[in-house]
């Protein structure tokens, strides 16, 4: 299997993190070491090795295919402007946030972190420009490859993406990386992006919200209960052109293995009727029971399950891995998904 994957992600190692939970620090749980472990289990099972040279960072164009100019601009340029005037180097993290009602983006780069970024979880470090820019590099080239023919890539991101939104950051998330994608594989025709990790995808169904050629389909904690807490209900069905084109499946907390494949079933049902040319599916596999932020009653070989009905969709298929925060968990959940999604993922009829 083609796997996608750039050491530099690495140069992005947040240390702590704000838990509101706690009242105070706790480590970070989106390490380097997530993607590592991932890689050495995709390794050890034979599924496939990295390719090398890593993919490239993606031009400009590419990334304003989801984004604002401006946000890509703050979060390529902030970290020198942010030391220098602080006077020391810090990591940028806005202390306020706008609510953009009646508001309007201040011309000051420091209060611009309020504007851009929504959640204090989300460092500018200084490696993380380059690994967020490597990371959609990553999930672009995927794109490419399933454009040139490929029946199925894993990009292997990190950091994630699919809290990121056109023209904001947060939830460990700087880049849409399947976002980045999907606009890239809308020009092959309809696209469905079907997102399993545990949190709902709320910057991916905001920059399709508007659009009939993304499909946005999620399955994920309800909101009520989880992050990231303001959408993912099951009445954000789109609008204007992409009315009806965003389906959302809350599922609650005690969700078992059973529960969750009856909703894939029907998010898959909601996906046949697009009938889309390819498929994205945003990987994270924090619904594994015993991920220490997420978590439902999946077991690692439930992942092999759910890998398998996906598959059964026969289309080409780019994996982006977004969340998944145990390190033990990690690894075997996404083998074991991509293996039964391989598995069943028929090679592309013979061209008549
Ligand atoms: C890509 C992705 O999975 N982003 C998730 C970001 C979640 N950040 C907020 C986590 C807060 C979790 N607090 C729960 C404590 C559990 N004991
Ligand atoms: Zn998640």
Do not use: K
């Not at 994920?220 to 009445?235: I, K, L, Q, V, W």
């Amino acid at each position: 299997m083609i796997i996608l994957y750039s050491p530099a992600h690495a140069r992005h190692a947040p240390r702590f993190e704000m838990d509101a939970e706690l009242g105070g620090f706790r480590p970070s749980p989106e390490v380097p070491a997530r993607a590592e472990a991932i890689l050495r289990v995709l390794r050890e099972r034979g599924l496939g090795t990295a390719q090398t040279p890593p993919p490239a960072p993606p031009p400009l164009e590419a990334l304003y295919e989801a984004h604002d100019p401006g946000l890509v601009r703050f979060l390529s340029t902030i970290r020198p402007i942010w030391s220098e005037r602080i006077g020391r180097d810090v990591a940028v993290v806005p202390d306020v946030f706008a609510l953009r009602r009646l508001a309007r983006r201040p011309a000051d780069p420091l209060r611009q972190a309020g504007w851009y970024c929504f959640d204090p979880q989300t460092p500018l470090l200084e490696g993380t420009w380059e690994a967020a820019l490597t990371a959609a590099g990553c999930a672009l080239e995927g794109a490419q490859r399933l454009a040139a023919g490929e029946r199925l890539a894993y990009a292997l991101c990190r950091p994630p993406g699919h809290h990121a939104g056109r023209d904001y950051y947060g939830g460990y998330c700087y880049l849409n990386n399947a976002a980045i994608a999907a606009a890239r594989l809308r020009r092959l025709g309809p696209v469905a992006v079907l997102d399993v990790d545990y949190h709902h995808g709320n910057g991916t169904q905001d920059i399709f919200y508007g659009s009939g050629e993304v499909l946005y389909v999620s399955l994920h904690a309800d909101p009520d209960t989880a992050y990231p807490c303001f959408s993912g209900y099951r009445d954000e069905t789109g609008e204007g052109a992409g009315r009806g084109a965003n389906l959302n499946f809350p599922l609650p907390r005690d969700t078992d293995e059973a529960g969750y494949l009856a909703a894939l079933e029907a998010a898959l049902e909601g996906i046949g009727r697009f009938r889309p040319e390819c498929l994205v599916v945003s990987l994270g596999v924090d619904t594994a029971r015993g991920d220490p932020i997420g978590g439902l009653g999946l077991a690692p070989e439930s992942f092999r399950r759910l890998g398998a009905r996906v598959g059964a969709l026969g289309r080409p298929t780019l994996v982006v891995q977004e969340g998944g925060y145990s390190l033990d968990l990690a690894g075997p959940c996404a083998a074991w998904f991509l293996e039964g999604l391989q598995g069943t993922l028929a090679p592309a009829p013979p061209a008549t």
